[in-house]
């Protein structure tokens, strides 16, 4: 059976679905999800992310992670983590850059948080060697000091969908009509998640919820906050979005997110604000949002790829002037995408997020 009969019997048992439902079932059915079945990443995938782009990336992001770890009296067995590695170029990267700061990897323990199964082969392929251990959920992050990554991670997770109505607010939902999914509205209703909500919207307005983030980044606040540690997010998103953002993508084109279920990968852009929000009630701090771009800048980017500029010519120089390029500059990544630090109360921001 195909993804798409499943989804419309289903639509048939139970009605129509939310934008969260559906998202789950095209990205994670066990035998028909979009990531349980295939590395959608690269050139001859759908997306490239960030240290798909270069390496200069994860090096970066390697070494404020060791500054702040040193910063923080060099605790000696932290985790360092990663949400959603991917082919788990982004871990290579920072621990290949990490390699010569004394005393990092004998105290560090590797801990992936991934879904898919075909993903996960790929990462040990990668990460051999750094014995990684992978978790089931966050809330088996072990109780210590947690160093932590997540590109293009929150993005994955499914959105709920609302239209504003009044006081109230009615759900984007999926349907069917003659054997095609569909969109549309559920019944008026108010919702408690939503309040501050009408704040800042009209009628007519939608807004989007992702229910799912919250749970995630409470335990890593709280792990932070209580043993020490920091948390760098990078997504794409703003502080408070608005509006539909629900998108599809294959083979690097946007296109239709009812199309072809399963076989496009389904995001949204993050909502930082709840997420910023959520890290404060876990007893964490957390750094305003820096742009990406801002971020990599600070961190010495450009001096980086002058540095591994000397040692190339040819297309592959080019490749590096293109690459950070495309991570930095305001018209490609270095605006769109957006980096939240996450660290314990009393110590400073990792570094590249003071404010
Ligand atoms: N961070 C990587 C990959 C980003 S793609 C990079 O920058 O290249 C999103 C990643 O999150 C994939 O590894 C995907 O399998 C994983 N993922 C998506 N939804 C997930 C979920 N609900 N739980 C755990 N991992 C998930």
Not at 118 to 140: F, N, Y
Not at 308 to 334: I, N, S, W, Y
Request: with cysteine; charged share 20%; aromatic share 6%.
């Amino acid at each position: 059976m195909t993804l798409k009969k499943h989804l419309l019997e289903r639509i048939a048992q139970d009605g129509p679905m939310s934008v969260a439902d559906y998202t789950t079932e095209c990205m994670l059915h066990p035998t028909h999800g979009y990531y349980t079945t295939r590395d959608p990443l690269g050139v001859k995938g759908d997306f490239v992310t960030a240290p798909e782009i270069s390496q200069m990336f994860g090096e970066l992001i390697g070494l404020a992670l060791a500054q702040s770890w040193q910063d923080q009296g060099h605790p000696e067995h932290f985790v360092l983590a990663e949400l959603g590695p991917g082919r788990g170029t982004l871990m290579a990267d920072i621990l290949r850059a990490t390699a010569r700061v004394p005393g990092f990897h004998d105290a560090a323990e590797v801990v992936l948080f991934e879904a898919s199964p075909t993903l996960r082969a790929i990462q040990a392929k990668t990460l051999k060697g750094h014995e990684p251990r992978w978790i089931g959920s966050v809330a088996d992050l072990p109780e210590a000091p947690l160093y932590l990554v997540a590109n293009e991670f929150f993005d994955a997770l499914p959105v709920r969908q609302f239209v504003r109505d009044g006081n109230g607010w009615r759900e984007r939902l999926i349907g069917s009509e003659d054997g095609a999914l569909t969109w549309g509205l559920g019944p008026q209703a108010e919702q408690v998640a939503l309040k501050d909500r009408l704040n800042d919207t009209k009628d007519g307005d939608l807004v989007e919820l992702c229910a799912a983030a919250i749970p995630i980044i409470t335990v890593i606040a709280g792990r932070i906050g209580t043993h020490g540690g920091a948390g760098v997010i990078v997504d794409y998103g703003d502080w408070h979005s608005q509006g539909d953002t629900f998108q599809a993508v294959q083979a690097h084109e946007h296109c239709d997110p009812l199309a072809m279920p399963g076989k496009a990968d389904l995001t949204a852009h993050v909502d930082f604000e709840p997420l910023a929000l959520a890290t404060r009630a876990a007893g964490c701090a957390h750094s305003r949002l820096t742009s990406q771009g801002v971020f990599l800048e600070r961190l010495g980017i450009t001096a980086r790829a002058q540095a591994l500029a000397t040692q190339l010519d040819g297309p592959k120089h080019d490749e590096l002037v293109a690459a950070h390029r495309r991570l930095t500059h305001p018209e490609e990544m270095g605006n769109l995408f957006k980096v939240l630090g996450l660290y314990p109360s009393p110590s400073s921001p990792p570094p590249g997020l003071e404010p």
